[in-house]
């Protein structure tokens, strides 16, 4: 079969029975209410559409995996146990609400099983000449952090309808292209799936008539942290490959989080300082903020494609270039924000 076929057929794979289990999910009547101010809607909707997400792409992903008799890799098999994890920890946090510290606790402990159990990178390709091997402890505990940025980034730009899962569908797409170019078919698949499992909802949630909810975000984000770590254990080289597809999430948190600490602001405390909440607050529409982020998603993955195909010093001059582009870009709507009396007022 030819490939561009096969992924397509399997893209549809996930996204149709997506499109339809997430219409099962509404009737769960697992709501979430506009009980916070951080809340943009203004009605109770619908939430863990995550798990409509999540079972279509693994169906997918098996189905396919068993018809092209491919196996279960062991990396695929501790991404997806990982990602089961801390989709049952959203799940408990979209029912019950858990205290955010217990929340962070234990998608760390999460996050640590996984790069215990070999998902991980074990040395670093800074650029030609600078590989870098790592301690087996400083290989784990990098990865657990990033597992734990990643996963907690893509939760965090939850706000939006279409934004956050929009710029993941456009990432796994991008971390399958990647996959594609080292041959590394493993990484391709189930990134594939996730993607059609997220065109699949984004038919409901860009209409704003389903949430991913905590569930769908934390699965998302443990997949690709945990393929992307894949990727840079198969090609050190392509160290910051996964760093560029991610950036459109890394960039806002982080520097979001450094302002905050800048400005004494508590990290824990619930805000709306992020520049897709500046941007809604600003007056902008749900659609334009997520399409503004799929078009630099988008983009961020085109430059991580060109820079695997390149490789070389190509994913570390992307990855400066893109950053400093992303900061300054930050740093222009912060200052206006500021301005405006847009940003810097907690709402818990």
């Known amino acids: 079969m030819d490939a561009f076929l096969h992924l397509a057929i399997l893209f549809a794979l ?3 029975p997506s499109a339809l289990l997430c219409r099962v999910v509404i009737t ?3 709501v979430d209410a506009p009980t916070e101010a951080r809340k943009s809607q203004p009605l109770p909707v619908p939430t863990a ?3 409509a997400v999540a079972l279509s792409a693994a169906l997918a992903f098996a189905t396919d995996a068993e018809m092209m008799r491919i196996g279960y890799p062991a990396p695929v098999l501790v991404a997806a146990a990982g990602a089961l994890a801390v989709l049952v920890l959203g799940l408990a946090d979209d029912i019950l609400r858990l205290r955010a510290g217990v929340k962070l606790g234990l998608i760390a402990a999460v996050a640590l099983a996984m790069a215990a159990l070999n998902l991980r990178a074990d040395a670093l390709g800074f650029w030609p000449g600078a590989m870098v091997a790592l301690p087996l402890a400083l290989a784990i505990v990098g990865s657990m952090l990033w597992l734990i940025v990643v996963i907690n980034a893509v939760n965090f730009m939850d706000g939006a309808n279409g934004l956050a899962m929009g710029m993941a569908c456009v990432a796994a797409l991008g971390l399958a292209a990647c996959g594609i170019v080292i041959g590394a078919w493993h990484i391709v698949l189930p990134c594939v799936a996730l993607a059609g499992g997220l065109a699949g909802f984004l ?3 860009v209409r704003g008539l389903l949430f ?3 569930a769908g975000a934390l699965f998302t984000g443990a997949i690709l942290g945990g393929l992307g770590l894949e990727l840079t254990r198969l090609r050190p080289d392509l160290l910051f490959v996964p760093a560029i597809l991610l950036l459109p999430y890394l960039s806002d948190v982080l520097l979001t989080l450094a302002w905050r600490t800048k400005h004494g602001k508590k990290l824990w405390v619930a805000h709306l300082d992020h520049t897709y909440q500046i941007a809604i607050k ?3 529409k749900h659609m334009q903020v997520s399409g503004v982020h799929a078009v630099w998603a988008l983009n961020a993955a ?3 494609v060109g820079a695997a195909m390149v490789g070389g010093y190509a994913p570390v001059i992307a990855f400066v270039a893109l950053l400093a582009i992303s900061t300054w870009v930050h740093w222009k709507v912060r200052r206006a924000a500021v301005a405006h009396g847009l ?6």
Do not use: F, M, S
């Not at 940003?343 to 818990?348: K, R």
């Open 302 to 304: 085109v430059v991580a």
């Open 14 to 16: 996930a996204a149709i």
């Open 203 to 205: 038919v409901w949630n």
């Open 343 to 348: 940003v810097g007022v907690d709402v818990l």
């Open 28 to 30: 769960l009547r697992i």
């Open 282 to 284: 600003a007056g902008l």
């Open 212 to 214: 991913v909810g905590d």
């Open 49 to 51: 559409g995550g798990l």
